[in-house]
């Protein structure tokens, strides 16, 4: 198989495609993970949070905001920290469990 490179390309296609695959990946969501308990209340109070789903297993609690852009991850390994974190989250913000 031969490979294909974009700077083999010639002519002024090449900076074209260059440019939509640069604005494609940009416009591709990564989710974020947050380390911090403090972090994340932040990221939920913000303006643009919509909704809050937890996810609960077995050897920990994933706390999953979602803002306009990106999808915030926290994950806590020990329960009663998590049920705190779930009481401390803003009252006009959606929560929903999930197992």
Not at 9 to 21: F, K, Q
């Amino acid at each position: 198989m031969r490979k294909c490179s974009l700077s083999s390309v010639s002519g002024p296609s090449a900076v074209e495609i260059r440019t939509l695959v640069r604005a494609s990946l940009e416009a591709v969501a990564m989710p974020r993970k947050i380390e911090e308990i403090k972090d994340f209340l932040l990221t939920a109070r913000r303006k643009d949070a919509k909704s809050v789903k937890i996810k609960k297993n077995k050897d920990n609690v994933k706390f999953k905001v979602r803002c306009s852009r990106y999808l915030y991850t926290l994950v806590i390994t020990d329960k009663e920290k998590a049920e705190k974190l779930k009481q401390s989250l803003p009252p006009g913000l959606a929560v929903k469990e999930l197992k």
